[in-house]
């Protein structure tokens, strides 16, 4: 079965830069889309990013446009996402997901948590000075 492990968080001054990577066990990657979703304390589980199986397709949501960058390296079976300008509102719990139905590929904006499954456990990001 596949399980995705998000690992790269940590603390970071704003305007710094953090790679999150999402690895895959007992599976490959290649087959499905890609999402990242972030949590903060009090808040509910937002959509940041995803990437079709080819990479080809790539959405953002407006407040990380232009200033992350999702990625896949399908050899390793790994999806990145590179975040810099970081702000305090980035802080949050970021996981990765499999996008069971692949709707990356056929829309403008990423699909809702809802059609994602084999969550990772996440990896925190805090952006404080």
């Known amino acids: 079965q596949l399980q995705l492990v998000e690992s790269g968080g940590g603390l970071v001054q704003p305007g710094g830069s953090l790679r999150l990577s999402c690895a895959a066990a007992?599976?490959?990657?290649?087959?499905?889309?890609i999402g990242w979703f972030r949590q903060a304390p009090g808040k509910e589980r937002e959509g940041v990013s995803c990437i079709s199986e080819s990479g080809r397709v790539a959405n953002y949501r407006d407040s990380v446009k232009g200033r992350f960058t999702i990625s896949r390296d399908n050899a390793k079976n790994t999806v990145y996402l590179q975040m810099d300008s970081l702000k305090p509102e980035d802080t949050a719990i970021y996981y990765c997901?499999?996008?069971?139905?692949?709707?990356?590929?056929?829309?403008?904006?990423?699909?809702?948590?809802?059609?994602?499954?084999?969550w990772g456990q996440g990896t925190q990001v805090t952006v404080s000075s």
């Open positions: 007992g599976g490959t990657l290649e087959n499905y889309a």
């Open positions: 997901a499999v996008d069971q139905y692949g709707f990356t590929s056929k829309t403008s904006a990423c699909p809702t948590a809802v059609y994602f499954g084999s």
